[in-house]
Structures are given as C-alpha cells and as structure tokens.
C-alpha cells in the first residue's frame, strides 16, 4: 500500500470496534435563520462523546502484540485521552495520558474512570507533549500522537466516508481544527471521491496555527494559545496534517469566543445537547462563512467533534451566546449625579428590555451606569448610541471589549464613603417588560440611588440590589414605599460583606 493513500487507509481503518456511525442531522430552526441547509455531524454521541476513539484505536489495533503489551502514552487536553484510554481498556495493555494542568476537570475523571493513568503536567498541550515523549523514553512505552499519524489520521477519516454515504452531495464541509487530524483525513477522503466538495477549517482566532501556516506556506509555532477552547489548543499543527491540508483544504474561517458560544446555544436549542467549545468550532464557522459569503440554498456539514465541558462553564458560554449573537448590547454611560437622572436615563431606553443594571456612585458631579439592553442586531446598537448621544449622555459600546464582558460587569465599584445615610437593600420582582421601571418611579425623586446591581438571569423573576441614600427622619417614608411597592426584600445594611467591600 503506497503510504499516502489516504482513500485506501480510510476504507480499511478498524474503528467500528469501539466506534458508532454518528448520525448526520439537520439543525432545522439553525438553517431557517441562515437560509442554508445546515446539517450536523453528530460526534458527540461517541462513547467518549467525542470523535477522537477513531483515530485513537485505529492506530492502536494496528500495533504489533508485542509493542501493545509495552503499553502506549498519549499526549491530549482531553479527547483523545479518553480514545485512547477506551481503546487500552478493550485492547487489554495499560496506558499513561499526559494531560495539560488546565483540562477541564470532566475530561480528566473521565480518563481516569477508564483505567489509565493520568500525569498532569503544563498549561497546554505543548507542555504535555514534550512530558509524554520524555516518560516514553524512560518506560519504553509507544507513542500514540493526538494528529500526526497516519494511522490516527485514517481513523479520523471514516467521519469524511460517513458523511458521503450520508448525505453524497454537500456543498461544503466545515471542520473544527486543532493540530489537524481530523480535517486532514476527511479532506484525503473527501477530495478522492467528491473533489468539488469544499473542505473548511474552523479555528479560535486565539488558536489559529493552521490558518497562519497555511498563508506562510510553513508550518508556523504560535507562542501561546487561548484555552476556551481547549480541544483545539494547539501552538503547532502536525508535519503530515499540514502536508494534507495544503493540498486538500479549500479555505480556513476564524471565529471568537462569543461565536463559539452562540454556536453552543444554536445546537442546544436544535438538538437539547451541549456542546464543548472545541465541539461547536465548525457551526460557528459554518454561519461566519455564511455571513462573509452571502451563500443561500446551499447544503452544509458541520463536525460536532465532542461534548466535553464542565458543568460550570455553562454560565459564561450562556452570556456570552447573546453577544455571539449581537442579541444583547453592553454600554457605558455616564449620567449627572442628581436625585431623577437615574429614572430619566431608563426613560431615554424607551421600551427596551434592560437586561442588566451595574451602578456605584463615584463622585459628585457624575455617575458611571454599566448596562446590558436586548438588541436585534448589531445595527441596533449604533442606533442606541447615537440616541444617547444626542441627549448628552457620554456613552461608549462595549459590546466587544473582552475585559468588560469577563469582568467589569460583575464588579459593583467599591468603596464609597460620601454615601452617607445609605440603605442596601435586595429586591425580587416578575421579570417583565416595565417592572424595572415601575420599582423606580415608586420611589421618592429626591431619595438618591447610590448603588444599582441588577441582572437578567433567564428566571421567571429579577433579582435586584439596590443602596438608597434615605435621611433618617424619612424612615417611616421609606417603609410605606417598601409595603406599597409590594415586591419581596430582604434589608442587606448590616451584611459584613457589605460593611466590607461597599461602604
């Protein structure tokens, strides 16, 4: 067999041993919004819920007794840990599995229940790598790379045949890309048997090697990569898979963490299924493909390569999605610092849902409002900017600034001392359109809001904090708008937390 026939590799590759025949879906309410017949390629259902087992026993079942009964080690964030300790488990030869100290801890238990041994080691796979060649030598155990291997690439490849038989004429393939592996063996496979197919690369624009070596026409080393995305980690593609992918890949798409999350949510909300952010690569590539290109009443196939995620990581990939999706707009706006500004500032809003309210006063002159406000589309925003603008509000989008997503907008403002006669109290109220705003205009005008914390949370009820500068003699006042107002509170005055980090 001539070594780089990948199309005779691929049809004789041992996988169904341990592996299933994914099924190809359509993501129905996915391909209404994008005009496209988008389908996807089920992975995720794999025994180790990704499709790393392929390449993995592909490899291992084609070893000779003798070196198998040695045991192999592996180098992986995760996947192809799992394939490989599920494949030592039905070979019956032990396996070490090298792991960066950063893989999510699902992945890493996971390995472990399996039967291998886990070596936790570095903060990518880089690190892991060089620790698992360097046990390798030590213990004369065999190397069972990750990508660059024919053998794993061939496994990996049986995807490309699967979907052929599934679905024979697509117009496009997307495929999530870490080292390559899988990308090279569906485009070996693909390109022999349907070459007008289009093959695309997906990848984090924090994690781009394979975009980056393809424009140098070499194979480039990135000195770090970002680690959302941490089954596509990787600072250097492999020799053979970039050999592959510069003759077999059409094109490479780049995508951000919030498309990664927004894609999450897309197949969620098609399938009931969370996917990992590595897992989701090839849908957000798919519909940034279609946005650049402009495509319509094409068929396309998107890879779901793995559903491998902490449980809570879900909360960020949840708020993310919206700004993925440009469905919600972050602004900084500053406004006087006067008793009614505040309720004026929500007025300007007009009918739009708030769905989050960040406020601490800062000094005398003038307040600094984070807020979050449901858009449709990032047009939306610019409009909401320029209204606000025009009234006189200073106001600054931040939409796309990565340290105000992550952070700014969970952090209140700190200490305040000029707060003087100042009452912290928690709120809930019915999440609905105006209960915000009906809450402000049953307070006084003249009572000063010194802190604001609100955040929409996707529950049947908000949840508020909220410091009111109250004069003491007005007390009673402030106790007939609590009953009249008729919403559960609880007074959080003497909360150490409180006294701690806010007074």
């Given at each position: 067999?001539?070594?780089?026939?990948?199309?005779?590799?691929?049809?004789?590759?041992?996988?169904?041993?341990?592996?299933?025949?994914?099924?190809?879906?359509l993501?129905?309410?996915?391909?209404?919004?994008?005009?496209?017949?988008?389908?996807?390629?089920?992975?995720?259902?794999?025994?180790?819920?990704s499709?790393?087992?392929?390449?993995a026993?592909?490899k291992?079942?084609?070893?000779?007794?003798?070196?198998?009964?040695?045991?192999?080690?592996?180098?992986?964030?995760?996947?192809?840990?799992?394939?490989?300790?599920?494949?030592?488990?039905?070979?019956?030869?032990?396996?070490?599995?090298?792991?960066?100290?950063?893989?999510?801890?699902?992945?890493?238990?996971?390995?472990?229940?399996?039967?291998?041994?886990?070596?936790?080691?570095?903060?990518?796979?880089?690190?892991?790598?060089?620790?698992?060649?360097?046990?390798?030598?030590?213990?004369?155990?065999?190397?069972?790379?990750?990508?660059?291997?024919?053998?794993?690439?061939?496994?990996?490849?049986?995807?490309g045949?699967?979907?052929?038989?599934?679905?024979?004429?697509?117009?496009a393939?997307?495929?999530?890309?870490?080292?390559?592996?899988?990308?090279?063996?569906?485009?070996?496979?693909?390109?022999r048997?349907?070459?007008?197919?289009?093959v695309?690369?997906?990848?984090?624009?924090?994690?781009?090697?394979?975009?980056?070596s393809?424009?140098?026409?070499?194979?480039?080393?990135?000195?770090?990569?970002?680690?959302?995305?941490?089954?596509?980690?990787?600072?250097?593609?492999?020799k053979e898979?970039?050999r592959?992918c510069?003759?077999?890949?059409?094109?490479?798409?780049?995508?951000?963490?919030?498309?990664?999350?927004?894609?999450?949510?897309?197949?969620f909300?098609?399938?009931?299924?969370?996917?990992?952010?590595?897992?989701?690569l090839?849908?957000?590539?798919?519909?940034?493909?279609?946005?650049?290109?402009?495509?319509?009443?094409?068929?396309?196939?998107?890879?779901?390569?793995?559903?491998?995620?902490?449980?809570?990581?879900?909360?960020?990939?949840?708020?993310?999605?919206?700004?993925?999706?440009?469905?919600?707009?972050?602004?900084?706006?500053?406004?006087p610092?006067?008793?009614?500004?505040?309720?004026?500032?929500?007025?300007?809003?007009?009918?739009?849902?708030?769905?989050?309210?960040?406020y601490?006063?800062?000094?005398?002159?003038?307040?600094?409002?984070?807020?979050?406000?449901?858009?449709?589309?990032?047009?939306?925003?610019?409009?909401?900017?320029?209204?606000?603008?025009?009234?006189?509000?200073?106001?600054?989008?931040?939409?796309?600034?990565?340290m105000?997503?992550?952070?700014?907008?969970h952090?209140?403002?700190?200490?305040?001392?000029?707060?003087?006669?100042?009452?912290?109290?928690?709120?809930?109220?019915?999440?609905?359109?105006?209960?915000?705003?009906?809450?402000?205009?049953?307070?006084?005008?003249?009572?000063?809001?010194?802190?604001?914390?609100?955040?929409?949370?996707?529950?049947?009820?908000?949840?508020?904090?909220?410091?009111?500068?109250?004069?003491?003699?007005?007390?009673?006042?402030?106790?007939?708008?609590?009953?009249?107002?008729?919403?559960?509170?609880?007074?959080e005055?003497?909360?150490?937390a409180?006294?701690?980090?806010?007074?």
């Amino acid at each position: 067999m001539v070594k780089n026939d990948y199309l005779e590799r691929v049809l004789k590759a041992r996988v169904y041993d341990v592996a299933i025949e994914s099924p190809l879906e359509l993501a129905a309410s996915l391909s209404k919004r994008l005009g496209n017949r988008l389908f996807i390629k089920r992975e995720d259902l794999q025994p180790v819920f990704s499709f790393k087992l392929r390449g993995a026993y592909n490899k291992m079942a084609g070893l000779p007794r003798k070196r198998l009964q040695r045991g192999v080690i592996a180098a992986s964030a995760g996947n192809h840990a799992q394939g490989v300790a599920l494949a030592a488990k039905r070979l019956g030869c032990r396996a070490i599995i090298v792991m960066p100290v950063t893989t999510p801890r699902i992945k890493v238990e996971a390995v472990a229940a399996r039967g291998a041994q886990v070596v936790l080691h570095g903060d990518s796979y880089a690190d892991a790598y060089t620790k698992a060649v360097e046990l390798k030598k030590k213990r004369g155990l065999v190397f069972v790379h990750p990508y660059d291997d024919p053998e794993v690439i061939a496994g990996q490849g049986t995807i490309g045949m699967e979907i052929l038989r599934q679905q024979p004429n697509p117009d496009a393939i997307f495929v999530p890309v870490g080292g390559g592996g899988l990308i090279s063996g569906i485009a070996a496979y693909v390109k022999r048997v349907r070459p007008s197919v289009k093959v695309i690369g997906v990848e984090p624009v924090d994690a781009d090697a394979m975009t980056r070596s393809l424009k140098k026409g070499r194979r480039v080393r990135l000195e770090q990569v970002g680690l959302f995305a941490d089954g596509v980690a990787v600072k250097e593609v492999g020799k053979e898979t970039f050999r592959l992918c510069r003759r077999f890949v059409d094109d490479m798409v780049l995508v951000d963490t919030d498309e990664m999350c927004a894609a999450i949510k897309d197949v969620f909300e098609d399938t009931r299924v969370v996917l990992e952010p590595a897992g989701a690569l090839a849908v957000a590539g798919a519909k940034a493909w279609v946005g650049r290109s402009g495509a319509r009443d094409r068929t396309l196939v998107a890879v779901a390569s793995g559903a491998n995620t902490n449980f809570d990581r879900l909360r960020f990939i949840a708020e993310e999605a919206e700004l993925g999706e440009h469905r919600e707009a972050i602004l900084a706006v500053t406004i006087p610092e006067r008793p009614g500004s505040f309720r004026k500032f929500c007025a300007a809003l007009g009918g739009r849902n708030v769905t989050e309210f960040n406020y601490r006063i800062a000094d005398s002159n003038d307040a600094h409002v984070f807020v979050g406000i449901e858009v449709r589309a990032r047009e939306d925003t610019a409009r909401i900017v320029r209204s606000l603008r025009r009234q006189g509000l200073r106001t600054f989008d931040l939409s796309d600034n990565e340290m105000a997503k992550t952070h700014l907008r969970h952090m209140v403002g700190g200490r305040a001392p000029f707060a003087r006669n100042e009452l912290l109290y928690r709120f809930e109220f019915p999440e609905r359109p105006g209960a915000l705003l009906r809450f402000l205009e049953s307070m006084r005008s003249d009572w000063n809001i010194s802190l604001f914390h609100y955040r929409n949370q996707g529950a049947d009820y908000g949840r508020v904090l909220v410091g009111m500068q109250v004069p003491r003699a007005e007390l009673g006042q402030f106790r007939s708008f609590l009953r009249k107002l008729g919403y559960p509170y609880a007074d959080e005055t003497g909360n150490p937390a409180y006294k701690l980090f806010l007074l």
